[in-house]
């Protein structure tokens, strides 16, 4: 069963930082595109970053560059996005997710990715 685990999240004040963590238990991420997507409150779930399965390559949202990165530890088999300068329109919950095996894949497309975490939340107040 493929697992995505994410945590880190929480409340913290507009500017400041947080570092979300998803754990892959059971299975090798540099096999796969990673994705971290987003979800507000009334909105659709919306592209964040992604990485490359050979971890090459990175890719944002327009809304984050320069103020998020993803990165990727294989021998921990754990992705993870740094978020700095918060902004209270960063808040909403954060899911990463998987795509399929060594495929390149449109990574700003919800169903491009196979298989999700269940999220978690981040607020960011003014």
């Known amino acids: 069963q493929v697992q995505l685990v994410e945590s880190g999240g929480g409340l913290v004040q507009a500017g400041g930082s947080l570092r979300l963590s998803c754990a892959t238990p059971?299975?090798?991420?540099?096999?796969?595109?990673m994705g971290w997507f987003r979800q507000a409150p009334g909105k659709e779930r919306e592209f964040v970053t992604a990485?490359?399965?050979?971890?090459?390559?990175?890719y944002y949202a327009d809304s984050v560059k320069g103020r998020f990165t993803i990165s990727r530890d294989t021998a921990k088999n754990a992705v993870y996005l740094q978020m700095n300068n918060l902004k209270p329109e960063d808040t909403a919950v954060y899911s990463c997710?998987?795509?399929?095996?060594?495929?390149?894949?449109?990574?700003?497309?919800?169903?491009?990715?196979?298989?999700w975490g269940q999220g978690t939340q981040v607020t960011v107040s003014s």
């Open positions: 997710a998987r795509g399929p095996y060594r495929r390149q894949i449109q990574f700003r497309r919800r169903d491009e990715y196979d298989y």
């Open positions: 059971g299975w090798d991420i540099s096999s796969y595109y």
């Open positions: 990485i490359t399965w050979s971890g090459g390559k990175t």
